[in-house]
């Protein structure tokens, strides 16, 4: 991936964290009010954890620690490999578990944990992206 390409990709991210913002949120009830929040939420939440996996691919490549079975096994070597700080697999691990429920169990996915990681754990988006574009600049 070339810088670029992860330079596209932090727009990308950037824009969803843009618009995930604008999503009505002020209570469950407003945000479930209208199923286009849900679905517009669901996209943004999708793509935006691709490009953390794409980049923690990317990481774990460039540092040469192989090719992970999971998207969380990116993480845990990360971590373990101190690219990333100690207590990171466990902090955003659920956000590529999430990631998968969407891809793989769409029809499982429950509107309330959707609207509390809008509220709750959006910042958790910007914050593991910042932590793996340090760990993979030179």
């Known amino acids: 991936m070339t810088d670029a390409e992860i330079a596209g990709k932090l727009a ?11 999503i009505p949120q002020a209570s469950f009830e407003e945000f479930s009010a209208d ?3 849900l679905d517009s939420a669901l996209h943004r939440l999708q793509t935006s954890i691709q490009v953390l996996i794409d980049l923690a691919g990317l ?9 992970p079975a999971t998207s969380r096994e990116l993480l845990e070597r990360l971590e373990a490999e101190g690219a990333l700080p100690a207590g990171s697999a466990t902090r955003f691990g659920p956000i590529f578990g999430f990631w998968n429920r969407v891809v793989h169990l ?27 574009v340090a760990a993979v600049e030179p």
């Open 12 to 22: 990308v991210l950037r824009d969803n964290l843009v618009r995930l913002a604008q």
């Open 35 to 37: 199923f286009r929040n």
């Open 59 to 67: 990481t774990c490549a460039r540092l040469g620690l192989g090719t």
């Open 106 to 132: 769409y029809d499982r996915v429950d509107e309330r944990i959707v609207y509390r990681i809008l509220r709750e754990e959006r910042d958790d988006l910007d914050a593991l992206a910042r932590l793996l």
